[in-house]
């Protein structure tokens, strides 16, 4: 029996499309896939950061409808220290402030009124205050689902700590608190809640027991990215970090690379080289690149970039949920060091598939290891993207979220 073609409203804090970092691609992964078979409607909010007119494009190409709604308050520099600063004598944290557009409500409210929708699924739960469950007069309203992404409040408890000055620190210890309450709330609103690792439903579960949970992992178009016949192979030398800059757990990562990793391989290998690539990087960043580093900024295409790598880092001290430059580095067959947190929620088997190191020797010496052994680099690449063909394929994780929608709109229209 062909399962039922479900409504879909997918609702954003940002734009999912064209994908250029990891919260976009996930979004941009699983409803391309879910939009095969069923309907989709995708409403978000859009910034300076985004060109509008190229993410409707992008977007239309396998939605049904799409509706972009102005964020005036998501701009940086002076504006975002104002809101923080407002925020400070809010019951709300920073980023309920931020996402809070008064145009974003009365969109949904046209939307939800007008067109019966079997599911709205919230991104984050940034926007999970705002009014979803409307539907026109006679029709059942959505069920509601949250893919979690992360535990953001855990996040933001992690970065705390870190803040350059003592202000810093204390703005930080406030507003993940209020994150926290906040984040709890929308995980006991909804009629279920996905995420992206076992590790984050055990803390998911820790905060609301009865949760209806899934596992909904980070995963890579293992068609676009893959090894091809007209790539440059490894050359031996290269050793190639990719993310968004601009986020702190990766600035945190690349600093500590830079900082405490990488003179140790240059010191051993000297004609080694390191190549950053990944939009904004910071000024701080750029300080860190002494001799046979590269900070490159944003690719349209990474392939060429990670197939002349020999091992592909991922030094992260900071994070939750998954990585998705694991998963995409595994299905283009390259060798990967990363430390303990950096793998977490991937099932992936140290020394047959990726190599764990958490302190800078043996991060370096891991390294050094794959520099010099490009026969062992190129088994744990196959290893790895079998693996990622295996289990971390956008479909395979679009069938499963597809199931879970299918499951808990069965509960609400069983009898009874």
């Not at 405490?260 to 051993?268: C, F, L």
């Not at 990944?278 to 900070?295: D, Q």
């Not at 794959?370 to 063909?389: I, M, T």
């Amino acid at each position: 029996m062909t399962p039922r073609r479900l409504r879909i409203l997918c609702l954003s804090q940002l734009p999912p499309s064209p994908p250029g970092f990891g919260a976009q691609a996930r979004i941009h992964g699983l409803m391309t896939q879910v939009a095969k078979r069923h309907d989709i409607t995708a409403v978000a909010l859009v910034d300076e950061e985004f060109d509008a007119s190229e993410c409707e494009r992008a977007m239309r190409e396998y939605c049904s409808d799409v509706a972009l709604v102005e964020n005036p308050g998501g701009r940086g520099g002076a504006a975002k220290r104002a809101l923080q600063v407002r925020s400070l004598a809010s019951l709300h944290s920073f980023e309920r402030l931020l996402y809070s557009v008064p145009g974003l409500q009365e969109t949904l409210d046209r939307i939800l009124c007008n067109e019966p929708f079997d599911v709205v699924m919230v991104e984050f739960h940034y926007l999970a205050h705002y009014r979803l469950r409307q539907s026109p007069p006679g029709s059942q309203a959505p069920v509601l689902v949250l893919d979690t992404h992360e535990i953001a409040y855990d996040l933001a408890r992690q970065m705390s700590g870190s803040g350059s000055s003592l202000a810093r620190r204390l703005y930080g210890s406030l507003n993940w608190r209020k994150l926290r309450d906040e984040e709890r709330a929308a995980f006991r609103a909804a009629d279920g809640l996905c995420v992206c690792s076992l590790a984050d439903e055990g803390r998911l579960l820790a905060d609301v027991p009865s949760a209806r949970t899934v596992v909904i992992p980070n995963a890579a178009d293992v068609e676009y990215l893959q090894p091809r016949p007209s790539d440059p192979p490894p050359d031996g030398r290269t050793v190639v970090f990719f993310g968004h800059l601009s986020t702190f757990p990766n600035v945190d990562g690349v600093s500590f690379f830079l900082r405490d990793i990488w003179p140790r391989i240059a010191a051993a290998r000297p004609g080694a080289r390191c190549r950053i690539i990944g939009a904004r990087p910071p000024s701080a960043l750029r300080e860190l690149a002494g001799p046979g580093v590269e900070i490159v900024g944003f690719v349209d295409d990474l392939r060429p970039d990670l197939a002349v790598a020999t091992a592909i880092v991922v030094p992260l001290r900071v994070g939750s949920g998954t990585r998705l430059k694991i998963v995409e580095g595994m299905a283009m067959g390259k060798a990967i060091v990363s430390t303990t947190l950096g793998a977490e929620g991937i099932d992936a088997v140290p020394d047959r598939d990726i190599l764990i190191a958490d302190d800078p020797a043996s991060f370096a010496a891991s390294v050094i290891r794959l520099l010099d052994a490009p026969a062992l680099a190129e088994k744990l690449g196959r290893s790895a993207r079998q693996l990622a063909v295996d289990h971390y394929s956008w479909n395979a994780a679009a069938v499963a979220l597809e199931a879970f929608l299918l499951r808990i709109l069965a509960t609400r229209d069983a009898p009874g």
